[in-house]
Every structure is written in structure tokens, then in C-alpha cells.
């Protein structure tokens, strides 16, 4: 019985599909297959019974999941207690950032990364929301940033702030709107969100709760775009509240009426990684950075 087989199971176990499974652990379908049939001719007894939809846990695979899920644990941790003898912490974290510097405070917890541990190398890649939960999923990256819900177990979150998000209107259109309804807002033409884009689904809560189907008049998977396209006078979008605020006041937008919607800004990162001396030295800064 190797550690990569226990691995693979758990992970079929998690996933309840083989092919899931397989997109998961970089190896191919017949590869998972070949490991867990291995292991079940180890064990004596099938792990896994296959339905037309995946596969589900055998009452066997249902005892011995929890020790599985232990060995790989302390695995890791004689690993990472492994690294951590060598001396000061080194390797390289590759990191999602979204929306824009200053949301989420990069600079200053990069810097604070650097200064506390120089021989860290860290590399920023830059996407959407989406994205970055779907590459940290996969281990592609080893952290990122997200807005909104995280549905996956194998993912771990770290709330970091609420944040809110408010209807707005390019300044032009001031006195348009000053007395219209949420159907007639819903008849104006409004800047689409990447389905990449958390703020796609905030959208369209939003917009369930106007009882409005707005006609997208362009689509975004960028947040700086949609201040610009605002200020155009493309049409109405949703934008941070801050933000808003301050290009309200420079005459550069307008809100409109209360209309908005409240989400979470969260770090994550695999829930393999708990424990590893880089996750633990980027969540330590994190705290620090966002205490204040």
C-alpha cells in the first residue's frame, strides 16, 4: 500500500467521479483506475461501488477513509516538519491576485513577505475570481484570492472582509434616473461581468432581487474596465462601494438609489497545503496585514 494510492482514493472518495478525480491528481482516468483496483485487490474488497453518475463509497471505503485521510496528514506533516529543520523557510509561492492592488492590499503583504523572509520567491498571477478558485483547486496555484462562496471541500478559506457593492450610473445620465424605478433601471443598458467574474453571480442575484433582465450592452472580465466604461456612458454596472463613493464625488459616476449587494473577500488555498511552512508564513503576514 503506497501513499499515492491512499492519495488517489481519498481523493476519488472527495470527488466522487474518476474523472474529476483524474483532472485533479494530473494523471489520466485509466491511471486512477489502475490504482484503485490495486488497492482494493490489497484490501480484499471493494472500496468504491460505480454508479451511472460516478462512484460512491463502499461501506469498506467508508471505514477506511478516515485513516487515509490521517496517514496522508501526518505524511505531510513529517514533510513539512522536514523543511522546517533546514533552516530559514525558502521555496516559491505562486499566488492569484484579482480585481485590483489596493482591494485586496498586495503591495503591502508582498513587501512584508519579502522583508520577513528574503529567500521566498513569490509570483503574482494575475485573474478572475473563477479562475484563480478553479487553478488553486488543481494545485496550479498555490494560494490565491476570491470573492464570493468557495463550494469545494478541498479548498480551505480565509475570510478577510465584507465587502459591498452598489449600482452605478455614468454622471451623464444623472437626472435620468433620478425618479426611475427598479423595472425601468432594468430597461436601461448595463455593463456585463465575465462568468469567470464572481461579480457575475452578485449581478445576477441583484438582479433577481430587482425583478429586472437588463440587455448587456458589452462584457468585462476586468473591474478597472467597468469604472471606465461607466464613465463613458456605456451603462449602469455595479462597482465597490468605496470606490464608487470617491468617483461620485469627482463627478466621475453617480449612484443609483440603494441598489446593491453584500459579498466576502476570502484568501485560499488547498486543503493538502495545510500545515506547509509557506502557506502558514503567507497566512501569518495575511493576519497581521489585514488586523489593521
Known amino acids: 500500500m503506497e501513499i499515492y494510492q491512499l492519495r488517489t482514493f481519498v481523493t476519488v472518495a472527495q470527488q466522487g467521479h474518476l474523472t474529476q478525480a483524474a483532472e485533479l491528481l494530473h494523471l489520466s482516468q485509466p491511471a486512477v483506475t489502475a490504482q484503485i483496483k490495486a488497492l482494493e485487490e490489497e484490501v480484499g474488497m471493494p472500496l468504491f461501488e460505480r454508479t451511472a453518475g460516478g462512484v460512491n463509497l463502499s461501506r469498506i471505503g467508508q471505514e ?3 485513516q487515509a485521510q490521517a496517514i496522508l496528514e501526518a505524511s505531510r506533516e513529517l514533510l513539512y516538519r522536514s523543511r522546517s529543520l533546514k533552516g530559514q523557510l525558502a521555496g516559491r509561492a505562486v499566488i492569484g491576485a484579482i480585481t485590483t492592488p489596493e482591494m ?8 512584508a513577505l519579502i522583508e ?3 529567500l ?3 509570483q503574482l498571477q494575475h485573474g478572475v475570481t ?5 487553478r488553486v483547486r488543481k494545485k496550479e496555484l498555490d494560494a490565491g484570492f476570491y470573492i464570493g462562496k468557495n463550494p469545494y471541500v478541498n479548498v480551505n478559506t480565509v475570510h478577510l472582509t465584507e465587502m459591498r457593492f452598489r449600482v452605478v450610473a455614468p454622471p451623464s445620465w444623472r437626472e435620468r434616473i433620478a425618479s426611475m424605478s427598479a423595472k425601468e433601471l432594468g430597461k436601461l443598458p448595463w455593463v456585463g461581468i465575465s462568468q469567470q467574474s464572481s461579480l457575475n453571480k452578485l449581478t445576477s442575484e ?17 473591474i ?3 469604472a471606465s466604461l461607466v464613465r463613458a456612458g456605456v451603462g449602469l454596472a455595479i462597482m465597490r462601494e468605496d470606490e464608487a463613493t470617491a468617483m461620485q464625488h469627482s463627478g466621475d459616476l453617480v449612484l443609483v438609489g440603494d441598489y446593491g449587494k453584500t ?3 476570502h484568501f485560499i488555498y488547498s486543503a493538502d497545503r495545510e500545515g506547509d511552512p509557506i502557506i502558514e508564513a503567507l497566512l501569518t503576514e495575511l493576519a497581521a496585514m489585514w488586523k489593521h
Open 120 to 122: 521566498l520567491d513569490i
Open 104 to 111: 485586496i492590499n498586495i503591495g503591502p503583504w508582498v513587501a
Open 206 to 222: 441583484l438582479w433577481r432581487e430587482m425583478n429586472i433582465s437588463p440587455k448587456k450592452i458589452t462584457e468585462v472580465d476586468h
Open 130 to 134: 473563477g479562475g484563480v478558485l478553479n
Open 224 to 226: 478597472p474596465c467597468i
Open 263 to 265: 459579498t466576502d473577500l
Open 64 to 66: 477506511l477513509l478516515p
Open 116 to 118: 520577513k523572509y528574503p
